[in-house]
Nanobody, 123 residues
Framework: QVQLVESGGGLVQAGDSLRLSCAASGLTFGSYNKAWFRQAPGKEREFVAAITWRSSTTYYADSVKGRFTISGDNTKNTVYLQMNSLKPEDTGVYYC????????????????WGQGTQVTVSS
């Protein structure tokens, strides 16, 4: 069965960095698009970043461009999200997702999800 396990979240101050990891099992990791989404309290889940399996093309939400970097390591079945210059508005639960759809920026494009990891950025 497919399992995605996120880690690396925590409480940091504005301007700090964090690296989230998502370890996958139960599927052929290299053949899936990978993405990170987040959900802040009282808000809908939103797209953060994605990387395609075929060409490793990356996509980012405007709010994180230049600060966040998504990457994948097929040898470790792990996708990462490096988050720099964190802001209080980056606070939320971060979810990794894997999918095979052509599109990669909506939740409906992904069929496998992790349980989430909390990121809290204090001002």
């Amino acid at each position: 069965q497919v399992q995605l396990v996120e880690s690396g979240g925590g409480l940091v101050q504005a301007g700090d960095s964090l690296r989230l990891s998502c370890a996958a099992s139960g599927l052929t990791f290299g053949s899936y698009n990978k993405a990170w989404f987040r959900q802040a309290p009282g808000k809908e889940r939103e797209f953060v970043a994605a990387i395609t399996w075929r060409s490793s093309t990356t996509y980012y939400a405007d709010s994180v461009k230049g600060r966040f970097t998504i990457s994948g390591d097929n040898t470790k079945n792990t996708v990462y999200l490096q988050m720099n210059s964190l802001k209080p508005e980056d606070t939320g639960v971060y979810y990794c997702a894997l999918g095979t759809s052509y599109a990669v920026t909506h939740g409906r494009d992904f069929g496998s999800w992790g349980q989430g990891t909390q990121v809290t950025v204090s001002s």
